[in-house]
């Protein structure tokens, strides 16, 4: 059922290794050319001002993101609505958002970027896409959320099933967060056993029984990672470190029968961009089949991001159960959860698994997601994807070792990350040897030339299909400027 024509990669074409590739040199575009004319920086009020070089000759003043940022810090907790957009890992104040379109997002200040958070993944057709706009608005004209059936629903149930080999049947939700929640308690349900393994570094939404803090390296009972969730809620959680299968083994044995289901990240996104190894991922599936246990795919990032149908068609690995999210709400609120017919028949009403939403599948955020998709759909669009992100990549980890910088990193399709350590990365702790300060040093410059990458050594970068080879160039050539400076 999966999608035709989308084959399984070696792992070798996106090893996370340090590649030697160089981009062939292209003319200089006018913003490169542009970019040369950087100006030293002056302090005015509380506001940095730096010659622009991404916005022609406008200054870089931050000064009403700065105002705004303020007053937030009095009306919400870090004065934002999710922590890591807070920008402490890489300190200053964050830039706070205008407007967005295509690859490019504008500030308060009016200063223009190019995107490479894309909304933490979903605006993978470019953001606020005129066509998507136009079926919302059209949307919009018949309500925004009916609480009753809605074909819309079985649209895009339709488009997930034929697109995600796992997937026979779908529930819809409101986050990714929500789609890891019901996953567990069904696979809990549908096993009788309570043990989850999950890979430290991964992130599963923040519900209790995922926010465990691993062992260094080694296979450990899970505790809390945060105060207010109860030891009683993660007593369960067993974590191992990642592309370790030994690990994985050990725990099977010592919990024999007591184990519901392994979670992962099928290519990790969230400690930094982190490939697995194409044997962990087959040792997985048959040491699962073989104890009893369900294999648990978290795609709500991967998921018609490095494949259309998401890792598990990109490795040819099929998991028991999929969760989805991001891209599948085009921007508006989605999650989803999935797999085979006689496990998801489990869940209510079908069967006695609770699980409910009263914005659960509303035709807003199934517009957005049926639209998204469809355009996914077009030939050609993953094989740019992975073009321009390649270019990117490539581009960046050479810029940085002409600099003498020791980095490593990889893409798959529109998605993409590096570290600042010499690698190779295989797991949380190799990320951790990732030299945090200089990525701070490095996103600040990038900021300040018109380029905003995720605040977080440890978050995946993305891209769109509306990025073109211009803006990759852009990037490229103030990275260049960057890492000689830090
Ligand atoms: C983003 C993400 C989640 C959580 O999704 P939200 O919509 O933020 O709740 C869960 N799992 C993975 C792999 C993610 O990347």
Redesign the pocket.
């Known amino acids: 059922m999966a999608a035709a024509g989308m084959g399984v990669l070696p792992c070798g074409a996106f090893a996370s290794e340090c590649s030697g590739l160089r981009r062939p040199d292209a003319a200089p575009t006018q913003q490169q050319q542009l970019m040369g004319k950087a100006r030293p920086s002056l302090r005015v009020g509380a506001a940095t001002i730096r010659m622009a070089v991404s916005v022609g000759k406008k200054p870089y003043v931050t000064q009403k993101s700065e105002e705004i940022f303020t007053a937030a810090k009095e009306l919400m907790p870090g004065g934002v609505s999710s922590p890591v957009r807070a920008f402490k890992s890489v300190g200053g104040q964050p830039i706070v958002f205008d407007r967005v379109k295509g690859s490019h997002a504008w500030d308060v200040d009016g200063n223009e970027y190019i995107d490479y958070v894309g909304t933490?993944g979903p605006a993978i057709i470019g953001h606020a896409d005129d066509e998507v706009n136009a079926a919302l608005v059209e949307a919009l004209k018949k309500g925004t959320s009916f609480g009753a059936p809605c074909v819309l629903e079985n649209i895009l149930a339709e488009l997930v099933i034929a697109a995600v080999p796992s997937i026979e049947m779908v529930r819809f939700v409101n986050?990714?967060?929500e789609a890891?929640m019901g996953m567990l308690r069904l696979a809990r349900a549908y096993t009788g056993r309570e043990k989850m393994i999950k890979f430290e570094g991964c992130?599963?939404?923040h519900a209790d029984p995922f926010l465990v803090k691993a062992g260094s390296g080694v296979a450990t009972l899970g505790l809390p990672d945060s105060p207010g969730v109860p030891k009683s809620a993660t007593s369960a959680t067993l974590t191992a470190s990642y592309n370790d299968l030994q690990a994985v083994t050990e725990l099977f044995e010592q919990y024999k029968g007591e184990i519901a289901a392994v979670v992962l990240?099928p290519v990790v996104?969230?400690s930094g961009f982190i490939v697995p190894n194409l044997e962990f991922l087959k040792g997985l599936r048959e040491l699962t089949q073989a104890e009893g246990a369900l294999l648990i795919f978290?795609e709500?990032?991967t998921g018609f991001r490095i494949a259309y149908g998401g890792a598990q068609e990109y490795f040819g690995i099929t998991p028991d159960l999929t969760t989805l999210?991001?891209i599948i709400g085009g921007g508006l609120p989605v999650?989803a959860y999935g797999g085979r017919k006689e496990i998801m028949q489990l869940v209510a009403p079908a069967g006695p698994m609770y699980q409910a939403g009263t914005l659960s599948g509303n035709p807003l955020a199934m517009t957005a997601g049926i639209c998204t998709l469809r355009r996914l759909q077009k030939p050609g669009t993953y094989s740019y994807l992975d073009q321009i992100t390649k270019n990117l990549t490539n581009g960046l980890l050479q810029a940085a070792k002409d600099a003498g910088h020791k980095v490593c990193g990889g893409h798959i399709g529109g998605m993409f990350g590096f570290f600042f350590t010499e690698g190779p990365v295989n797991n949380f702790d190799d990320a951790k040897r990732s030299d945090t300060a200089k990525f701070a040093r490095f996103h600040r410059g990038m900021l300040e030339r018109g380029v905003y990458f995720a605040p977080s050594q440890y978050e995946a970068g993305f891209t769109s299909l509306a990025h073109t080879y211009e803006d990759v160039d852009f990037t490229i050539a103030a990275a260049k400027e960057v890492f000689k400076s830090i």
């Open positions: 933490w986050s990714g967060t890891c992130y599963h939404g990240e996104g969230n978290d709500v990032m999210g991001k999650g």
